[in-house]
């Protein structure tokens, strides 16, 4: 066994304990919820999603101590609330697929759709108060809202293209850092952990998330589609201002950069010139740069690994660590 | 000033300090939050709504012995959760107004309307745990959760004509009961009140509820649209199983059962034959039915208020018990 296949296995059997999670609450459920939202639960909780997010929050809670039943029981709120906004987003963006199956508001319409949302939106916070207590809740909740803002954030930049990196971070903290960090934070408070220990696995799962983040721009424009599954130059088409564009238009001379506002300002011009846009991006660096700040956040994010190193589970921590590598390798 | 004015000063008063417990929310969201998210919450808090789940809260915490501002507090999250539901409910109807004015839908789009629900849902459960505690979130998210389930049931029973009353009663108690008798509840649980306290309560607000809606459907058929704003036979039109038409469908002959179920099965009869189904209901006693049901829900509401009769707040047992009348008297 190599040590990525090491990490896998040990991950796979927490994946496993938080599906198992899943539809012991499920079941529970079966006997006093409608069918057809029951039906729609399942559609969308089991769909091939890795449950980064409870798988998260179970090793935190490890590496601070606690590995119980409820822990899961606890961590699987995560892939609710998770579930609960990719169902809006798909909403939102009228989405025809998600994970290569039909998207829940094409298979069972809008209505549906926002309606499941809503109901595991409201779960996953009773769970959160139930098991988590009031701190876990606040953090949830403020992770919730914060995705929200966020949106907002994103929609209030759609055709502003001289972003700044500061506004495109106060989004991407929203969108994705502030669940992952609460995932990571959650698990210690469960665990009784300390602060030390709560700052530190906060600041993990931001730098994760943002990681993430960034390296799903740089797959939009350098991705194998036959890896990740969609076609390059989403972003660009649809105005999107994402880290690769954002540093090259701060780079490049005056006639580049107004070659590149031109394009973006144009609809059909987004959509078809893709390589000169690609090229433009390469030449300023735009992409190292992205990959660069992405690696600066991982190394952050390892770096508060370092207070856990004496303690027993070192096999956690080397977990969060490949996670954190995984996160730059990824091809998909 | 006559017994239903002082009630009414009452009311007013506190759903001042309701509206106050709102505003100074919002303004402490203002720094960190999105403008157009602050616009949209302001206009989707602050458009005429009656406080009516808030000020049960409020009233149900007096009652047992509490009346401070944290109550407040507590109670704005019923009035975040309620508008939160209407968001995505007009998002789902498709609803071109919301009490006069345009719908956050049609003025600011579906994105908006879905995800300042999405954000109202999330405060509203952060508040509840804050200050309510566990057993106050558990009622609060189940009754979140019990609203997604009743929308699902009537989903399903849309063109089951021969809907039992039983169903109906279902429905309407997750759609409508289970929120109002949870902020009756929560109140006492605020305020530390006992297991019969906490019952009378849950009794109270769940009859006022269904109650309500019971009203609501006889508006549908015999409003005054002067008073209502909105014209009559809209459930017909839309084939909605309401009670009266229930009643009347049980108790009609073989031969006029036939008559009305050709025209629910009829999308152009059910919005052309409203005068013909109303005769139909009123010579089974589908109205009078469903009259009677509503004055026997709010007699049981208004007997579970004997417990708190030895109490100091005569006054806001007064203001319950005028609240049950005016639900039977109401117009609009």
Redesign the interface.
């Known amino acids: 066994m190599t040590d990525t296949e090491r990490l896998l296995a040990v991950l796979r059997e927490d994946a496993a304990r938080i599906d198992a999670a899943m539809r012991e609450d499920l079941q529970s459920l079966a006997p ?6 029951l039906e729609v639960l399942e559609y969308s909780l089991f769909n091939g999603g890795k449950r980064i997010r409870p798988l998260l929050v179970v090793i935190a809670a490890r590496l601070s101590g606690r590995d119980d039943d409820e822990v899961y029981q606890l961590a699987k709120a995560f892939e609710y609330l998770h579930a ?1 906004t990719l169902l ?1 987003d798909d ?2 963006d009228n989405a025809e697929t998600r994970r290569g199956k039909p998207s829940v508001n094409k298979q069972y319409g ?3 759709a ?6 595991l ?3 996953s ?2 769970i959160v ?2 098991i988590g ?2 701190d876990a ?2 953090l949830f ?2 992770a ?2 914060g ?3 966020g ?3 994103q ?2 930049n759609a055709g502003i293209y001289n972003l700044s990196e500061s506004d495109y971070h106060d989004v991407i903290i929203g969108k994705t850092g502030m669940l992952i960090a609460a995932a990571c934070e959650i698990g210690v408070v469960c665990a009784g952990g300390g602060a030390l220990e709560r700052r530190a696995m906060c600041v993990y799962g931001t730098e994760l998330g943002c990681a993430f983040q960034m390296i799903d721009d740089l797959l939009d424009y350098q991705g194998d589609a036959n890896k990740t599954g969609k076609s390059v130059g989403n972003d660009l088409a649809e105005g999107k201002m994402t880290l690769p564009l954002i540093l090259a238009l701060h780079q490049a001379d005056q006639k580049d950069r107004e070659r590149l506002l031109a394009i973006l300002a144009d609809d059909s011009a987004r959509r078809h010139a893709f390589d000169e846009v690609y090229n433009l991006i390469d030449k300023y660096g735009g992409f190292t740069g992205t990959r660069k700040r992405a690696e600066n956040s991982i190394s952050i994010a390892v770096k508060q690994l370092e207070i856990f190193t004496e303690r027993v589970s070192l096999q956690d921590v080397a977990v969060l660590q490949g996670l954190a590598e995984y996160v730059l390798r990824r091809e998909k």
């Open positions: 006093t919820v409608d069918n057809l939202l609960a809006h909403v939102i809008l209505v549906t926002i309606l499941t949302g809503d109901f939106h409201a779960r916070m009773a108060g139930q207590g009031r809740l606040a909740s403020g919730a809202t995705m929200v803002d949106e907002f954030m929609l209030r």
